[in-house]
């Protein structure tokens, strides 16, 4: 503490903390006139199979920013969240989805393709989820069957009886539940059991040094056991490398996301990826 500093002395200018506050500030304006101007898009990354079959994509916000160019959602969610922004931007993504899914559904090539949406904590626990969901899908005409929720372990554990509810309705239409992020969170397993998931992603955390790290395999082969006696599929997330596919192979996973295969894709690059994929299989 320096001389003549008392301990009741309040600093009135922080710079830090002065940019911290103005650029949020700045950042939940520009949210807001994005929405405005439709400058979110919807990105999609492939989820593949070992046999090399494409299974659909997770579909990834995107926000064009008119100056900084393309933003994270890592940046921007956070404060959506805190703002409710998050609603619209979830209302814009999922319509999206389900619109791709509709279009898909014209070709038989495409018909069977899967999309993941990743869905926020505040709107999993807004009271009108349900119908949001239910009403997009009649909105658009997309078969429920195609459209897999991803929600997160510190979504679940509040208000249990709430949570089973709302999946039981969304299951009872057709729509799949995956676990996002998988081992990052609660780690109570006891909700595992109780709650009517139909896929475990292991996070790419765990993935990143399956190779050199063998507490992270040994975490790896677990969370593939405990899939298998549950009855749920298990996807691992962030492969970038052959030599990391073929280990999830030999530990028995065998479906899979990263860069290996593709970043997320605007639709355009998207759908030529499945073109590629299709020739490739069939040449
Ligand atoms: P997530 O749901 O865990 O999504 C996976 C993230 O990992 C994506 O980052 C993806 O681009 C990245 N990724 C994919 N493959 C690899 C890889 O091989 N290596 C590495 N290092 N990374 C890989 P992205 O698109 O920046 O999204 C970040 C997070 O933002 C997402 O993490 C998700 O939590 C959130 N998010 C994205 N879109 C939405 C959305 O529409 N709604 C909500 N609520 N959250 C979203
Ligand atoms: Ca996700
Ligand atoms: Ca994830
Ligand atoms: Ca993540």
């Not at 001389?3 to 710079?15: C, Y």
């Not at 069957?145 to 979504?155: A, D, K, R, V």
């Not at 899939?227 to 479906?255: D, F, K, P, W, Y």
Request: glycine residues 6%.
């Amino acid at each position: 503490q320096a001389k003549g500093e008392g301990r009741n002395t309040i600093r009135f200018f922080d710079p830090d903390m002065q940019a911290a506050i103005t650029n949020r500030i700045t950042l939940e304006a520009d949210l807001r006139s994005g929405l405005k101007q439709n400058d979110f898009l919807v990105y999609y990354q492939p989820q593949i199979v070992k046999d090399g079959k494409l299974l659909g994509a997770e579909a990834l916000l995107r926000w064009q920013h008119p100056s900084r160019g393309l933003v994270s959602p890592t940046e921007f969610i956070p404060l959506a969240e805190d703002t409710g922004l998050i609603l619209p931007l979830s209302e814009f993504v999922l319509m999206t989805a389900c619109n791709q899914l509709v279009a898909w559904a014209q070709h038989p090539e495409t018909a069977e393709l899967n999309l993941s949406v990743n869905i926020s904590a505040r709107q999993f626990h807004h009271r009108d989820f349900v119908d949001q969901v239910l009403g997009t899908l009649a909105k658009s005409g997309a078969n429920p069957e195609n459209l897999t929720l991803e929600l997160t372990e510190s979504l679940l554990v509040e208000d249990m009886e709430s949570v089973i509810s709302k999946m039981t309705t969304l299951k009872s239409r057709g729509i799949s539940f995956s676990l996002d992020d998988f081992g990052t969170g609660y780690s109570s397993l006891s909700y595992l059991k109780r709650l009517p998931l139909d896929i475990l992603k292991i996070d790419q955390s765990f993935i990143r040094d399956l190779l050199t790290d063998p507490s992270d395999e040994a975490i790896v082969r677990t969370v593939i056991s405990l899939g298998q006696s549950l009855e749920l599929a298990v996807i691992a997330e962030g492969v970038e490398t052959g030599e990391t596919r073929e280990a999830l192979i030999n530990i028995g996973c065998h479906v899979y996301q990263g860069y290996l295969f593709s970043h997320p894709l605007p639709i355009e690059e998207f759908n030529k990826f499945i073109r590629k994929m299709q020739t490739e299989t069939i040449t």
